[in-house]
């Protein structure tokens, strides 16, 4: 049987992080708000586990995106289907991913997609690079996670 999976990333500001990923890949952040406030209401959280982003309760130390058109949860709008999720950790990124994110943009797009996720907050860390037919530039998000937008 497949086994469901999701990617987590260890960061500083996992609401940045999700925003920022949310438009790199035109997927949607999740909106745990409904969820949180259903659990408050039952005494099985407290306050001290939550923020405010957008004017809604969110996870202080977590937050995920989701692709729009993979099933979700209603309930808590988790996706089911492929989801990042951003974990709070206290240590700093402080060497080269093992693990990355290739954006397959299109060989027409490279360029664009690059200078549009370079306003998003986004960072070039190589100049285009190609291996027979594919190329591709490496990039960083605004935590200095690499990521590659690829052919």
Not at 55 to 82: C, E, I, Y
Request: hydrophobic letters at 40%; glycine letters at 8%; charged letters at 25%.
């Amino acid at each position: 049987m497949p086994v469901h999976f999701k990617i987590v990333i260890d960061c500083a500001d996992p609401h940045r992080l999700a925003a920022f990923w949310a438009e790199a890949m035109g997927y949607k952040v999740e909106d745990h708000s409904a969820f949180i406030a259903g659990l408050l209401a039952q005494g099985i959280i407290t306050e001290d586990l939550l923020t405010e982003v957008d004017g809604h309760h969110a996870w202080k130390t977590l937050a995920a995106v989701r692709n729009p058109d993979d099933p979700f949860d209603a309930a808590s709008d988790a996706g089911q289907g492929m989801r990042l999720l951003f974990q709070q950790v206290p240590e700093p990124k402080t060497v080269k991913n093992r693990l990355h994110l290739d954006l397959h943009v299109g060989l027409a797009n490279i360029d664009a997609e690059t200078e549009r996720l370079e306003a998003l907050g986004g960072t070039r860390a190589s100049e285009r690079r190609q291996e027979g037919p594919s190329q591709w530039i490496v990039m960083q998000d605004p935590e200095g996670n690499e990521f590659c937008v690829h052919s």
